[in-house]
Nanobody
Framework: QVQLVESGGGLVQAGGSLRLSCAAS????????IGWYRQAPGKRREWVATIVSGGSTNYADSVKGRFTISRDNAKNTVYLQMDSLKPEDTAVYYC?????????????WGQGTQVTVSS
């Protein structure tokens, strides 16, 4: 069973930063690529970034150069450092097992964490 818990969201002004965390159970995390997704009000969920167990990463064009995904294998945790935030980054952010091309590999989603960027 996939178990992922997102945290770290909040309210920030445009240009600010936030760091999100995705804590996974050992079986979920071990050896699996993990991705971040987001869903803005009235929009479909979209892929943001993926990191594989060896550390290689891939990003959506909309966040490239502003967001950084990383993982701590000892803590079974994946992070998303978000810098230079824009109002259009406002969304609920989720993590999941993910392919490098952004396809979610599990149909099980957590509660997500809300990120709100004010202008």
């Amino acid at each position: 069973q996939v178990q992922l818990v997102e945290s770290g969201g909040g309210l920030v002004q445009a240009g600010g930063s936030l760091r999100l965390s995705c804590a996974a159970s050992g079986s979920t995390f071990s050896g699996n690529p993990i991705g971040w997704y987001r869903q803005a009000p009235g929009k479909r969920r979209e892929w943001v970034a993926t990191i594989v167990s060896g550390g290689s990463t891939n990003y959506a064009d909309s966040v490239k150069g502003r967001f950084t995904i990383s993982r701590d294998n000892a803590k079974n945790t994946v992070y998303l450092q978000m810098d230079s935030l824009k109002p259009e980054d406002t969304a609920v952010y989720y993590c999941n097992i993910a392919a490098m091309n952004g396809i979610a590999l599990s149909g099980s989603w957590g509660q997500g964490t809300q990120v709100t960027v004010s202008s």
